[in-house]
């Protein structure tokens, strides 16, 4: 069975020192946990104090983006090996926010993700249709674009080591999130394509994420659908307590 994994994506929030006081409280909740697997995205400035206070606890760090170069004279950027440096072993890449406030393709995705692997860090790679996109019945077209052109060229060994984080855009900080019966669909297609273009041990072994106003009180319903594997949290995770809860109502699966 797959291990649940819940991560929390802060976004622009938290500074060093709040971070530094979040994780530590977060670790001395989590101790000893075990049956899902925790991940905390600070932002960049806090990657390395975040990853110093999770030493010796179930959590694991993630950056929430990074650059697809390797180095060079790209001023403002961050590199894989600049954030594995820092003490992150995950990244998420291709966030709704990124692809629609800073006009990231799938294609730079894709390069993004290859840059990730081959710098030994976890890719959370987060695919999702906008409302617009659900209205008009283009859902799973738009699934299958994203993870074609996101995962191209990888070996089915990779992707069964990645997370692909399912978030309806129009789900993501309104509040609203997709019923059971929607995340269902998505997650159960994304893993049949996965199969088809992978083969069984890549979908089997690829995690799949829910995003998109997840809370304690939903994740009870989204964690028992057999293809969701964890959830990628935003505003809920901003608070200890409530990302705990969250963490908690994962080990239901």
């Known amino acids: 069975m797959r291990i649940p994994v819940v991560a929390a994506n802060w976004k622009m929030f938290k500074t060093t020192h709040e971070a530094l006081a979040y994780v530590r409280e977060l670790g001395s909740l989590v101790?000893?946990?075990?049956?899902?697997?925790?991940?905390?995205?600070?932002?960049?400035?806090?990657?390395?104090?975040?990853?110093?206070?999770?030493?010796?606890?179930?959590?694991?760090?993630?950056?929430?983006?990074?650059?697809?170069?390797?180095?060079?004279?790209?001023?403002?950027?961050?590199?894989?090996?600049?954030?594995?440096?820092?003490?992150?072993?995950?990244?998420?890449?291709?966030?709704?926010?990124?692809?629609?406030?800073?006009?990231?393709?799938?294609?730079?995705?894709?390069?993004?993700?290859?840059?990730?692997?081959?710098?030994?860090?976890?890719?959370?790679?987060?695919?999702?249709?906008?409302?617009?996109?659900?209205?008009?019945?283009?859902?799973?077209?738009?699934?299958?674009?994203?993870?074609?052109?996101?995962?191209?060229?990888?070996?089915?060994?990779?992707?069964?080591?990645?997370?692909i984080a399912y978030e309806p855009v129009w789900a993501i900080g309104t509040g609203r999130n997709a019923t059971p019966e929607q995340a269902d669909e998505a997650h159960r297609h994304i893993r049949t394509r996965l199969r088809e273009w992978f083969g069984d041990a890549a979908a089997d072994g690829c995690r799949i994420q829910y995003g998109g106003s997840v809370k304690p009180d939903n994740i009870g319903a989204l964690i028992a659908l057999p293809d969701v594997d964890g959830a990628l949290v935003g505003g809920a995770s901003l608070q200890v307590n409530s990302f705990f809860d969250i963490i908690r109502g994962a080990l239901a699966r």
Do not use: W
């Not at 954030?83 to 926010?97: C, F, N, P, Q």
């Open 31 to 163: 101790k000893g946990f075990s049956g899902v697997e925790i991940v905390v995205a600070p932002p960049f400035t806090a990657l390395l104090t975040a990853a110093e206070a999770a030493r010796n606890t179930p959590i694991g760090i993630a950056a929430q983006n990074m650059s697809a170069e390797k180095e060079g004279a790209f001023t403002g950027e961050v590199s894989a090996t600049m954030i594995k440096d820092a003490g992150a072993t995950y990244v998420i890449l291709g966030h709704s926010e990124r692809r629609k406030l800073f006009g990231e393709t799938d294609e730079l995705v894709n390069r993004k993700v290859h840059a990730a692997l081959a710098a030994e860090l976890v890719p959370i790679v987060c695919v999702g249709e906008t409302l617009e996109e659900r209205d008009a019945g283009r859902t799973l077209e738009v699934l299958d674009r994203q993870v074609r052109d996101g995962l191209a060229g990888l070996s089915a060994e990779q992707v069964a080591g990645l997370i």
